[in-house]
């Protein structure tokens, strides 16, 4: 399916991007051309073919449920853009 | 003057400190002032730590005075930005990171600080490492010092230009589809690619997490061994990080490569390409010949689908990563939000730039209701496929070899508004990151005056053989001590 201004819009509100409607019909055809070369997927035969997450066949390693990491409270909300009483400042959400 | 301090690599560089031919500080002030009066028409630096790097180079003549010294005691490192830094600015080449400093340090710089390295700053490169040309980047391109009219291609494009111009003897770069060995390839130095989950990701800022892997850029194999055996090991702190025992890769470098077995990919030579790229990796492949390798013609059929099988499984997982630039914890926050929804969308559209809003969107649309069977799911088949056709071939051989890059570096602008013909840059070094596998680019001759490098892949954990084998090829000839007529002096 050939993606197009009003699936841009939607994809772009998943993302939580703005699209200006300007650049709309341009960023379509950028995004047709790079799936119309993704679609040579299709001519592959994959059937019986597990789809492979990760290159390695390894698990994720287990550690005691133990406290390891310090508290960086204070060094996380330095760098914040806004931040008050120890907690990351937003628009209100709740009236 | 090709005995100058910056023309040397950092193997003899550092028997020069050991031997008192010079101090640490005079070496680092020798490289600062060489960024100093050249980097302005380069642009490979983001940021450069001058106290800092003094700093540590004083501390690292402190340490060979009382003979307390480590690895790299010393010796000047660039490391891409994309590596965090604490205390000093980390942009990943994003206007959304232009004012992040970073409140820890990536485990691959702490473990090269720890080892006496001196950190003279932060290289230049695409936007969240998304790029072929390094002309993604908020910064401003680089420009490849062999002319500084082309790329230097990317990713890691500052960490390849500052080599390739001696503004470093050594840099850091990561590779999540090419971007250490394809900027290595076009700027004539040597890079390698480990082996995934070799290298700690930990601090390093995440593109597409089952393919991101940094590695050492530098003048030589022998350098990207003494690199790489500071930077490799298990680290907790990243899961993916694998519990297997860093080789001896300077003891391997001289090891005997008589009988070892060249796989050819023929796929590595389409009739497509350009016959004096061709050429020049045939002849490096002859070179190895005359030492006492073996070749053999391999076939890896489903290698061909590498780069549509790349950019389904990449945006799909940067779009997941980069969901959390969202303009509330760091990074850009767009002025005045009139909604929680406004203060998201406008902060990421105002922070990324276009290729990498465009990736974004192809992976958010890939992984969407209605398509995730026909992209995502088909691509990580086809990802199967690709790792089985290298275990294949190595059952057969002992390394394989081919071009690392289907051009020379091309004009800056020639492909910015047409994103899949960048993408078909990195044609040759996708499926290797498909597969995890560990893979060099090192020098091998020259087109119209413009550097080519040609590619060694080995299997997992090989990356002592592969070093070995270009090593060898590097006592052998000369293409890696070419450096560019730059700014008036060589």
Redesign the interface.
Known sequence: MA?DSK??AQ??H??????DEADSAA?SD??N????????????D?TD????????D?T??L?EDEVSEPN?RD??L?????AEDGC?L????IE | MSNAMHNKTLTELKAGLAAGDFSSRELTEHFLARIQQHDGELNSFITVTAEQALAQADAADQAIATGNTGLLTGLPIAHKDIFCTEGVRTSCGSKMLDS??A??TATVVEKMAAEGAVMLGKTNMDEFAMGSSNETSYYGPVKNPWDLERVPGGSSGGAAACLGARLAPGATGTDTGGSIRQPAALNNITGLKPT??RVSRWGMIAFAS?LDQAGPMAQSADDCALMLQAMAGHD?RD??S??EKVDDYLGALNNDIRGLTIGIPEEFFPDTLDGAIADNSRDAIRELEKLGAKVVSVSLP?VK?S???Y??IAPAEA?SNL?RF????????CDD??????????S??EG?GDEV??R???????L?AGYYDA?Y?????????I?DDFARAFEKVDVLMGPTAPETAFKLGAKKD???SM?MADVFTIGVN????PALSMPTGFINGLPTGTQIIGN?FREGQILNVAHKYQQATDWHKQAPVFGGEQ
Do not use: C
């Open positions: 993606i699936v841009v994809v772009a998943l993302a939580r991007l703005k699209v960023l950028r995004l051309d790079i799936l119309a070369m993704v679609d040579q997927l299709q001519q592959a994959v073919v597990a789809p492979m997450a990760h290159p390695l390894v994720q390693p550690r960086v060094k996380a330095d760098i914040a853009p806004a990351f937003v628009p209100r959400v | 992040f400093i409140p820890y995934y989950g089952s907790h899961s993916t694998l519990n489903s689908l780069v549509p099988a950019y389904v779009s969901s969202d303009g509330v914890r760091f990074g850009h926050r939000p009139k909604d929680l929804e406004d203060l998201y969308k406008r990421r559209s990324f809003k465009r974004i969107l192809v992976g958010a649309y890939a969407s992209y799911r088909r691509a990580q088949q086809v990802r199967r496929l790792r047409d994103p899949v993408y498909l597969a995890g596998l997992y």
